[in-house]
């Protein structure tokens, strides 16, 4: 699959696509997926489905082919529920996958455009540059000190050199798919994609690895496993007694199957897998891409969050509002001296043809009106931004000239340096780029100077040059909407907002204020923190929340000084150099637009919208989904109290079983839905983000947690046990004695749901506006009603429909005294909150 000729002008819409009919898309080998027929194998493995079909076995031996039959249909509608779920998680995944594909700058029809990477076909030409994933194996035409890091294909870690076109060397003009360019820029043309570049070879062999499970994830299966233990051990116990009393073991048999069903929570790992997967598509919707699922659990333990000004917290739609030099003062729009127009030109010579940089789209708008600077022109060389030397500098061969015009641009006191001005001038530019910041302006300067020496004695680094100060640039980048409000919902939150800015200090200072970081006025550069020991580090970390003039192995010591803490960190940036401080942090944000690769690879989250309100809305919906996984197991381990108590009650009393495989599948049949649609679509509560942030030790399945949900499901227990009692001393029948204790199980049931639904619809549950709630619970009761009143479906269940009375009673009885109960916990709640609250109390 190789291009022909060389084709610098790209291809236009239509060659594209007929090329990707013809070879595909852009893909490397995919992980397996899990499609219909996978779903449906490993539903069929679940230890519910396998004890549901042994318990149809056992009613074919006992003879009972009609109770087998309507089993064996319950199982196809359990299996059918449970494959829509599993189904609707995969979906939400694959969509995700495609969200976080990566993107490529192509050459189209003569623009340049953004796209998928998956859309690039053979022929085309992309551009590549600092921090970017090469997306394709591709041949270089032009390139400006072009390096890359090739490791992960090679072995070896030092950057590669790549020729500056194939003419200079075209053994060594290739460029990798997947490989990273840590230096330079340049342009190439697509000649391998997918499965056909090295790295998609290699990546045959990867399609079957998976993630390691999280802790969660880990958690939850030590739950199910010991509950299966006890269950099964029960189950055992039970069988045995039923025989000793009975004689009849295919009866105990069932007996036994009948209880493992009713107390084994196998609903834990579903519902796990789909709130994770469902809330990180809710959080993909609101322009947060969750590309790791540890990090929504991290996200509600989030105490400190570190994030950087520009784009962020501000626009990143730069104007450039003023130029100013030792003589004048402008705005672009009335320059009116020889000296601000050469000022201008000269950061325009500093930047780049095809500028994705915010500040240098600003630069070249406002020189797009005058004649371009770039005629008769051609760039030999490039001296990129790096974190050694905060400044960009390209040299450029004018045409019938005989020295290389060098144009610089950077930060003030670092092409100051540059310049080697003397002391008393050098204190008044940084004096004017101290005021220009203080009005909430980012300021650059200019340098120029004329290389004579030729183009094989320019010096190593922009250091060599000998530039003269040509002014400075103010650069305007409003804050964006909405971002105060943010900052405020963060500490409200207990979550701590910390700036870390390359930006001059008088710049971080105003917008710092404008957002409502800091109070105090207290900032540290970001030179002063390397001399730092760790102990005086961390008290700086702890107690400055503004950062300026900060480089990214400075953002890496801040992470680790307040993960040394005890802080949980999140962290958001953009660069290749971010890409450690993105990693150590607990949660690591990259920038989806401005954003690099490494820095989107290195992050568990990715901003869509590179938006800081969008980073405190992820907390939001971080906190809101651990909220309500935690309500659905509470739930979850709340309901099998009762079922579990209503199949051992009978036998404690000597009459006859209550509870047999067909019920249990009923119940589950409430069950599966509630604590996944009911649970998971539930909003957050009101004072999520007036909570101080979970504690990070803090599991899941914690004493409280347990103690909590095994209370609900004792009270719903005694509730049934009262019915049940007062059936028998009613001397009512068993088929009818069974429907009251069902419908009393079946009413506990639902009230659980709403007890563990939000603290709002606990306070209201009238209010719930959960509409999966609704239709869950008026199924349950329309189905209820069925089966208890109506003759033939109640035969399959072995009920008679009781009075009336009876059967009011046991629908309103469970639900009211789980009302009393809650109501009796939240006053206590509220006493104890109230006493703890009064000075000197206990």
């Known amino acids: 699959m190789n291009a022909t000729a060389p084709n610098p002008e790209g291809l236009t819409t239509a060659e594209a696509v007929a090329r990707q009919r013809r070879d595909g898309p852009n893909l490397l080998p995919q992980p397996d997926r899990r499609n219909g027929l996978r779903i449906v194998w490993s539903v069929l493995r679940e230890p519910m489905l396998l004890l549901l079909i042994g318990a149809c076995a056992l009613y074919l031996?006992?003879?009972?082919?009609?109770?087998?039959?309507?089993?064996?249909?319950?199982?196809?509608?359990?299996?059918?529920?449970?494959?829509?779920?599993?189904?609707?998680?995969?979906?939400?995944?694959?969509?995700?996958?495609?969200?976080?594909?990566?993107?490529?700058?192509?050459?189209?029809?003569?623009?340049?455009?953004?796209?998928?990477?998956?859309?690039?076909?053979?022929?085309?030409?992309?551009?590549?540059?600092?921090?970017?994933?090469?997306?394709?194996?591709?041949?270089?035409?032009?390139?400006?000190?072009?390096?890359?890091?090739?490791?992960?294909?090679t072995g070896e870690s030092a950057p590669v050199r790549r020729p500056g076109s194939p003419e200079e060397d075209a053994d060594s003009a290739l460029i990798r798919a997947s490989t990273l360019v840590v230096r330079g820029n340049g342009t190439a043309q697509v000649v391998a994609i997918g499965v056909h570049t090295a790295v998609g070879q290699i990546g045959q062999a990867l399609r079957t690895l998976r993630s390691p499970p999280t802790p969660m994830e880990r958690e939850m299966r030590r739950a199910v496993g010991l509950f299966a233990v006890l269950g099964i051990a029960s189950s055992v116990v039970l069988t045995l007694?039923?025989?000793?009393?009975?004689?009849?073991?295919?009866?105990?048999?069932?007996?036994?199957?009948?209880?493992?069903?009713?107390?084994?929570?196998?609903?834990?790992?579903?519902?796990?897998?789909?709130?994770?997967?469902?809330?990180?598509?809710?959080?993909?919707?609101?322009?947060?891409?969750?590309?790791?699922?540890?990090?929504?659990?991290?996200?509600?333990?989030?105490?400190?969050?570190?994030?950087?000004?520009?784009?962020?917290?501000?626009?990143?739609?730069?104007?450039?509002?003023?130029?100013?030099?030792?003589?004048?003062?402008?705005?672009?729009?009335?320059?009116?001296?020889?000296?601000?127009?050469?000022?201008l030109d000269c950061a325009d010579l500093a930047s780049a043809d095809e500028p994705f940089d915010p500040m240098e789209r600003a630069i070249r708008t406002a020189a797009a009106p005058r004649p371009s600077t770039?005629?008769?022109?051609?760039?030999?060389?490039?001296?990129?931004?790096?974190?050694?030397?905060?400044?960009?500098?390209?040299?450029?061969?004018?045409?019938?000239?005989?020295?290389?015009?060098?144009?610089c641009k950077g930060a003030p006191e670092v092409v100051a340096?540059?310049?080697?001005?003397?002391?008393?001038?050098?204190?008044?530019?940084?004096?004017?780029?101290?005021?220009?910041?203080?009005?909430?302006?980012?300021?650059?300067?200019?340098?120029s100077t004329v290389w004579n020496e030729g183009e094989r004695s320019l010096p190593a680094t922009a250091r060599g040059f000998n530039l003269e100060w040509r002014g400075l640039l103010g650069l305007a980048d409003p804050l964006r909407p909405g971002v105060a409000g943010a900052v405020a919902d963060a500490q409200a939150a207990g979550v701590r907002v910390v700036m870390l800015t390359g930006d001059h200090l008088e710049t971080a200072r105003a917008i710092a204020a404008q957002a409502?970081?800091?109070?105090?006025?207290?900032?540290?550069?970001?030179?002063?923190?390397?001399?730092?020991d760790p102990a005086t580090l961390a008290e700086y970390a702890n107690h400055v929340d503004v950062f300026a003039r900060v480089k990214p192995d400075h953002k890496l010591r801040l992470v680790n000084a307040l993960k040394d803490a005890g802080q949980v960190v999140a962290m958001t940036g953009d660069g290749v150099n971010d890409a450690p401080a993105l990693m150590s942090a607990h949660v690591g944000v990259a920038m989806g637009e401005r954003g690099t690769d490494v820095a989107r690879e290195a992050a568990s989250i990715v901003l869509l919208d590179d938006n800081f309100v969008t980073?405190?809305?992820?907390?939001?919906?971080?906190?809101?989904?651990?909220?309500?996984?935690?309500?659905?197991?509470?739930?979850?381990?709340?309901?099998?109290?009762?079922?579990?108590?209503?199949?051992?009650?009978?036998?404690?009393?000597?009459?006859?079983?209550?509870?047999?495989?067909?019920?249990?599948?009923?119940?589950?049949?409430?069950?599966?839905?509630?604590?996944?649609l009911v649970f998971e679509g539930e909003p957050a509560a009101a004072d999520v983000m007036r909570r101080p942030p979970r504690p990070p030790s803090q599991r899941l399945l914690d004493i409280p947690t347990l103690v909590r949900a095994l209370g609900q499901g004792l009270a719903v227990f005694a509730l049934v046990t009262a019915?049940?009692?007062?059936?028998?001393?009613?001397?009512?029948?068993?088929?009818?004695?069974s429907a009251l204790s069902f419908t009393a199980l079946v009413a506990g049931n639902l009230g659980l749901i709403v007890v563990n639904l939000s603290r709002k619809a606990r306070s209201h549950w009238w209010r719930i506006r959960n509409p999966a709630f609704w239709m869950v619970a008026l199924s349950a009761l329309g189905l209820l009603m069925i089966v208890t009143r109506l003759q033939g479906p109640g035969n399959w269940f072995g009920f008679a429909p009781p009075s009336w009375e009876m059967t009011i009673l046991s629908l309103v009885l469970p639900l009211v005294g789980l009302a009393l109960l809650e109501a009796a916990r939240v006053l206590w709640t509220r006493r104890r909150v109230a006493v703890t609250a009064v000075p000197g109390s206990g």
């Open 615 to 676: 980073v405190v809305r992820a907390i939001r919906q971080g906190r809101c989904i651990y909220d309500n996984i935690l309500s659905a197991v509470r739930y979850i381990l709340a309901v099998h109290v009762p079922i579990t108590g209503l199949a051992l009650l009978p036998l404690l009393f000597g009459g006859t079983l209550i509870l047999m495989p067909l019920h249990i599948v009923f119940l589950e049949l409430i069950i599966d839905p509630a604590s996944t």
């Open 241 to 343: 007694l039923y025989v000793a009393v009975h004689g009849n073991w295919l009866s105990g048999l069932l007996a036994g199957v009948t209880l493992a069903m009713a107390n084994i929570p196998e609903e834990f790992p579903v519902v796990l897998t789909v709130f994770l997967a469902l809330g990180a598509w809710r959080m993909a919707g609101h322009r947060a891409l969750v590309r790791r699922a540890p990090a929504i659990e991290a996200l509600g333990s989030v105490t400190v969050l570190c994030t950087d000004k520009t784009g962020t917290l501000t626009q990143n739609r730069m104007t450039l509002a003023e130029l100013v030099t030792d003589q004048a003062r402008a705005t672009p729009s009335t320059l009116a001296s020889r000296e601000l127009e050469a000022l």
């Open 417 to 447: 340096g540059l310049c080697n001005l003397p002391a008393e001038t050098r204190s008044v530019v940084l004096a004017q780029a101290d005021e220009m910041a203080r009005r909430g302006l980012r300021v650059i300067a200019a340098a």
């Open 61 to 153: 031996l006992l003879g009972d082919a009609q109770e087998a039959l309507v089993l064996a249909a319950s199982v196809v509608l359990v299996v059918g529920l449970t494959v829509y779920q599993e189904y609707r998680s995969e979906r939400a995944l694959q969509a995700l996958r495609e969200l976080s594909s990566p993107r490529a700058r192509v050459l189209r029809d003569g623009q340049t455009r953004l796209l998928a990477a998956r859309e690039l076909v053979v022929g085309d030409v992309i551009f590549v540059t600092e921090g970017d994933r090469v997306p394709a194996d591709s041949h270089v035409l032009t390139a400006s000190d072009l390096m890359l890091d090739e490791s992960m294909l």
């Open 516 to 532: 409502g970081i800091t109070q105090d006025g207290r900032i540290a550069l970001g030179s002063e923190l390397e001399a730092l």
């Open 723 to 737: 019915i049940y009692l007062l059936g028998r001393s009613k001397g009512i029948a068993t088929p009818e004695l």
């Open 374 to 407: 770039r005629d008769r022109r051609t760039r030999v060389r490039e001296y990129p931004f790096s974190s050694e030397l905060l400044a960009v500098t390209h040299v450029w061969r004018r045409a019938l000239a005989t020295g290389l015009e060098v144009a």
